[in-house]
């Protein structure tokens, strides 16, 4: 039966129509919002917290173009600070402030300050989103506050009775929280994170945690380390062997039990009864002097359970795979009786420090009894772990192996590629997939993967393996992951890993059209990649078309890495401060200690140009065929 509307509500539903249409036209005119690309966070969740407070450098600019002449550096700085971190500088301002009187003053000098910042955060934005911003109890006070014009003195008289009756009720610091919280929202438009949210540090949850509360318009490109904790989830024990080797190489294997609820009694008691301690497989950590004895020697002994193990399966599923042509990586045959060298390509290396004793000659890559025992409890925990499901999901669900974005192309590592730039084609059944069309063909692996856990040894979870240190994996960029030689053999030459000829192709013109082709690019279309940067590299690596970005864990000492932010006015490579602690960032403004603008658009780019944009015109044409009918 079809419904009936009065002629008030017909009208009253085409007014509406009408509006939303005129506001949508409208925001088509605004700036567009300020995108930032990090990548390789390897789960330092406070590094991480301190690169989204600060709007990756972008608020201690914007601090600057509106307060300069009007607060000296040092009050810029204490400015910046408070927005970054208000609950922890409050706190310290309290302390130093016991005189009431001025305390007062303060908070209503810094009330005023904060208000013409968020004001200033807000032009680029409609109504709709800065509200969405701002702590709901305030909303309405802040809407106030920032329609104001103060050049009136009834309107100042006005905003002075608004601030002081919130210091009055003792809402000050909630107040100056909320303010500080909307800027740091409005200062990122759009997050990208290119790759690594796992990895090496403590708290990757806290990374998902932090942007399942406080962010909704972000994206994840997986990263290889990613994929370890996906695979892991899905059913891959090559996956978890690698995964839990790095938390026990970087003394992080409390992170499986308390943020996942993975118990390791049963690896650490294999681990510690099998192995003895090697200066080989010494956790990295700073401070190892303040960690107790006892959890160094079982990081030791289960870093060797775990590599050992992992080399077992790795030579099966390499012979399983021919297609995957990783015969290079099969070391456990070539061992000598003695277990004390090695041959490799018709050379001997001595052995420093061997710990294979689990190893039988007659059959090097066989899994003992114990091993076996100890595999099935930790994969089935893995799978089953309802904590670690929810954050791979959430991986998933936000994530994607490349992402088109603005016109841009994203993702971690490379385009595989031979020697002369061609794409390098990957066999499976009968099918080769080449450049993007390989990108899809694991993302839907690890889908399938995902939907599909199984603890067996299956096709996809040997492709996942691959995904993390196979030499055509776009997720790796190099010929060979040298895990063994690294931990067993002198020898410089054998340890090194070459990237993929996609790196040093970067700077050819004909090489970045020919990738912006297989993925569909427009001309001035931008290739960002979040791979880290060589040790030796001085620069941001920005190569014409192609920017390389690392803002989270760069591998470079003393150094902060870089990020790239993209505003409606261009692109700007920044150079990040290095983060030493929580507490020192707490105090120090400093994020980005250089910019280097990459690219000035002749145009000031609108919402109208962006993906947004193309989302807004196709709501308004159909809006506009509702007021037709």
Not at 167 to 175: E, P, R, S, T
Not at 551 to 573: A, C, D, H, V, W
């Amino acid at each position: 039966m079809k419904t009936r509307f009065s002629h008030k509500e017909v009208e009253k539903n085409r007014n509406e129509i009408a509006s939303e249409i005129v506001n949508l036209s409208a925001t088509l005119n605004l700036p567009k919002g300020t995108e930032a690309f990090i990548s390789d966070i390897h789960g330092e969740s406070d590094r991480f917290s301190h690169i989204m407070r600060s709007g990756a450098g972008n608020i201690s600019k914007k601090v600057e173009e509106l307060f300069t002449g009007r607060l000296t550096k040092s009050n810029q700085k204490k400015l910046a600070c408070l927005i970054y971190y208000p609950s922890e500088v409050l706190k310290n301002v309290q302390n130093k402030l016991t005189d009431k009187p001025d305390l007062e003053q303060w908070q209503m000098d810094t009330f005023n300050n904060l208000i013409e910042m968020l004001r200033y955060m807000a032009n680029k934005y409609p109504k709709k989103l800065v509200k969405e911003s701002v702590q709901p109890k305030f909303w309405e006070i802040i809407e106030n506050l920032l329609m104001i014009d103060t050049s009136y003195n009834s309107k100042q008289l006005y905003c002075q009775g608004l601030l002081g009756s919130i210091v009055k009720l003792g809402l000050a610091d909630d107040f100056i929280i909320a303010l500080c919280h909307a800027i740091q929202r409005m200062a990122i438009e759009r997050i990208h994170i290119l790759g690594d949210i796992y990895g090496r540090g403590l708290h990757p949850d806290r990374v998902i945690a932090y942007l399942s509360d406080h962010w909704q318009n972000f994206d994840i490109q997986w990263g290889n380390h990613d994929i370890l904790w996906m695979g892991s989830m899905a059913g891959s024990k090559l996956c978890m062997l690698n995964l839990i080797r790095i938390c026990a190489r970087y003394h992080n294997l409390k992170l499986l039990n308390e943020a996942y609820d993975i118990d390791l009694t049963s690896i650490v008691k294999f681990a510690r009864h099998s192995y003895r301690p090697l200066p080989n497989f010494e956790p990295k950590v700073d401070n190892v002097e303040e960690i107790p004895k006892e959890e160094l020697v079982t990081d030791n002994c289960v870093q060797q359970a775990a590599t050992i193990m992992q080399f077992k399966l790795e030579g099966q599923a390499i012979k399983r795979r021919p297609e995957f042509e990783m015969d290079d990586r099969l070391f456990l045959d070539k061992l000598s009786q003695s277990k004390r060298t090695i041959e490799i390509g018709g050379v001997k290396y001595n052995i420093t420090n061997g710990c294979f004793q689990m190893v039988n000659p007659a059959n090097p890559y066989q899994i003992s009894h114990p091993e076996q025992v100890v595999l099935i409890d930790l994969i089935n925990q893995f799978i089953n772990s309802s904590k670690l499901n929810e954050h791979m999901w959430f991986m998933f669900d936000h994530g994607s192996m490349y992402l088109k974005h603005n016109g841009n192309l994203l993702f971690h590592s490379c385009v595989p590629v031979d020697e002369q730039g061609n794409f390098i084609k990957w066999e499976i059944d009968s099918r080769k997939y080449s450049g993007r069309d390989l990108f899809d063909y694991f993302t839907s692996v690890l889908r399938d993967a995902m939907r599909h856990p199984t603890t067996g040894d299956c096709f996809n979870s040997d492709v996942l393996w691959y995904l993390w240190s196979g030499k055509d994996s776009p997720l790796f960029g190099k010929d060979k992951m040298t895990t063994f030689e690294r931990y067993f053999i002198d020898d410089a030459d054998l340890q090194k890993e070459s990237l993929n000829p996609f790196y040093k192709l970067c700077d050819k013109k004909w090489f970045v059209e020919r990738i912006k082709d297989e993925f569909d690019l427009e001309e001035d279309s931008r290739i960002v990649i979040g791979r880290t940067p060589e040790v030796k590299a001085k620069s941001p690596l920005s190569k014409g078309k192609i920017i390389f970005v690392n803002g989270g864990r760069p591998k470079i000492q003393n150094e902060g890495g870089f990020t790239l932010l993209y505003n409606s006015f261009g692109m700007q490579i920044v150079k990040l401060s290095p983060f030493i602690s929580l507490n020192d960032a707490v105090f120090s403004a400093e994020i980005a200690t250089q910019r280097k603008t990459i690219e000035r658009f002749d145009e000031q780019k609108m919402v109208t140009d962006t993906d947004f944009g193309d989302k807004i015109k196709q709501r308004i044409e159909d809006l506009c065929a509702e007021l037709k009918d």
